[in-house]
């Protein structure tokens, strides 16, 4: 079992950064891909950016140039890089692992922080 927590969100205003941090109870090797996903009120919960653990990662196209993820296995963490933050980027921001076993996916999930960004 691996619990994940999120911190770092909060009140920012346009063109604003912030940076999430999601601190992971084991060591990060053991996991496979790590991600960030946001869900705005009344939207679906979408994904943000992924790191493999090889550090190959992939970005929605509306954050592309402007967030940058990153896992630190020193530390055990996987953080999220936000800069020139608009407020279509207000949400709550969730952290997910996964971790392949036997070729079944055991996935993980953070109790979310909320980022908004308001004048």
């Known amino acids: 079992q691996v619990q994940l927590t999120e911190s770092g969100g909060g009140l920012v205003q346009p063109g604003g950064s912030l940076r999430l941090s999601c601190q992971a109870s084991?060591?990060?090797?053991?996991?496979?891909?790590m991600g960030w996903y946001r869900q705005a009120p009344g939207k679906q919960r979408e994904l943000v950016a992924t790191?493999?653990?090889?550090?190959?990662?992939a970005y929605v196209d509306s954050v592309k140039g402007r967030f940058t993820i990153s896992r630190n296995s020193a530390k055990n963490t996987a953080d999220l890089q936000m800069n020139s933050l608009r407020p279509a980027d207000t949400a709550v921001y969730y952290c997910?692992?996964?971790?392949?076993?036997?070729?079944?996916?055991?996935?993980?999930w953070g109790q979310g922080t909320q980022v908004t960004v308001s004048s």
């Open positions: 790191v493999s653990s090889g550090g190959t990662s």
């Open positions: 997910k692992a996964t971790r392949y076993v036997s070729g079944n996916p055991a996935i993980y």
């Open positions: 084991r060591s990060i090797f053991m996991l496979n891909d």
